[in-house]
């Protein structure tokens, strides 16, 4: 996965430390219903679509850049789903993140899906009743994109 340049340069200072950062999911569906899913480079494992937003990028023009330089597909956010905070994940170089992720419930509106950058080996529209296995958070995010609900977020206590 390419690091965004505002983060090396993040890096270069605060080492390995946590950062916490902002983190965008598209779930994109087509005219038939099929949910579109990349296999990763990075871990080989099928995910939905993401990525970090650029300083002073909007979040849903982000999801809208990601799914394309990701996977060729033109879409249009419709609605957000989902925002929570995720737990802190830590990547083979010792790098600490944790990400605050906004999903967005997005449409198709053009391209063919395929491979358009180093950050997917596969990518693919899935029926959602034969999807390839994908972590439980991605199957979280597609429920709630599915649902006719409000934007969910964890209960405040």
Sequence with gaps: MATPEFISTLRASAGHQLLWLPG???IVFDDA???LLGRRSDNGRWSVIGGIPDPGEQPAACAVREVYEETAVRCVPERVVLVESGQPVQYEN??????????????????EA?????????VGWFEIDALPRVHET???RIKQALAEEPTWFPPVA
């Design 114 to 122: 395929r491979v358009n950058d180093d950050e997917s080996l596969e």
């Design 138 to 140: 991605g199957l979280r």
């Design 94 to 111: 010792g790098d600490i993140c944790q990400f605050m992720d906004i999903t967005f419930r997005c449409r198709a509106v053009g391209g």
């Design 24 to 26: 965008v999911t598209a």
């Design 33 to 35: 219903g099929r949910v």
